[in-house]
């Protein structure tokens, strides 16, 4: 493949936007050498878990998006409602037709993914786990999205909101999303969760705020990369059949 870059501006580039990480924040935008890489509108799709549409989830995304625009990233937050999402039915209707049989914002949210670069998923604790919501949300959205795979290469990361404790435990399991749909996982400084039980304390919760702010300079500085690699023709290459291994016979 051709590549659209030269090597030395795309070294340029990426030593930029690290040197900009490195700083507390992406200049990659402002800079000359990296106005004819970074061209393409690069949108975040923010995932809210919590029934309540603008409570403390929603308090902790709107952090890490202010970060993502102020890095030229588009933001969207998608809230999924208060009312109830249903779990996958194992019925394999999906397998077909590239689509779940219940058509709820499951498929709305498969079809949207399509068109945005990175995404983040957010949630309170109940229980020391991710909200019911999501969690049937996001197994459906996986699963029926498998062969389109809307969402392979993308970066993602997960954030979740909580009282006082539960908070790992939640985080673990939205994190499992990631790995095994081939999304490179996002980082921050520290865990992404914050602390509170109403709006106001959680920006109170100064820590978990930078924590936010943090990951949104890591989304913008990895889909910045993502670009750049794929100007100079960089692109992953898989096997093209996937093998499984059953050993319960």
Not at 162 to 179: E, H, I, M, V, W
Request: overall charge positive; some cysteine.
């Amino acid at each position: 493949m051709k590549n659209n870059i030269s090597r030395r501006d795309l070294i340029k580039s990426i030593s930029i936007a690290y040197v900009g990480l490195s700083t507390g924040g992406l200049s990659v935008m402002s800079c000359k050498d990296s106005n004819n890489i970074f061209n393409k509108n690069m949108k975040v799709l923010l995932l809210n878990g919590s029934p309540r549409e603008k409570g403390c989830t929603f308090t902790a995304l709107t952090e890490v998006a202010s970060e993502l625009k102020k890095n030229s990233i588009e933001t969207e937050i998608y809230w999924l409602g208060n009312e109830p999402i249903a779990g996958c039915k194992a019925c394999s209707f999906c397998k077909n037709n590239d689509k779940c049989v219940i058509n709820d914002k499951v498929n709305t949210f498969v079809e949207k993914a399509e068109q945005f670069d990175g995404f983040v998923f957010g949630s309170p604790v109940h229980y020391a786990s991710a909200s019911g919501t999501i969690t049937s949300f996001l197994d459906r959205v996986f699963y029926c999205s498998s062969n389109k795979k809307p969402f392979a290469t993308k970066p993602g990361s997960a954030i979740v909101s909580c009282r006082r404790a539960g908070s790992t435990a939640a985080l673990d399991q939205l994190n499992k999303y990631f790995p095994i749909n081939n999304m490179p996982q996002v980082p921050s400084q520290y865990w992404c969760m914050v602390h509170g039980n109403t709006p106001d304390e959680v920006k109170q919760d100064l820590e978990g705020l930078q924590i936010m702010r943090t990951l949104g300079i890591n989304m913008a500085w990895i889909l910045k990369c993502i670009e750049a690699g794929k100007k100079a023709g960089i692109v992953p290459k898989y096997e093209s059949e996937r093998q499984r291994t059953n050993f319960v016979r």
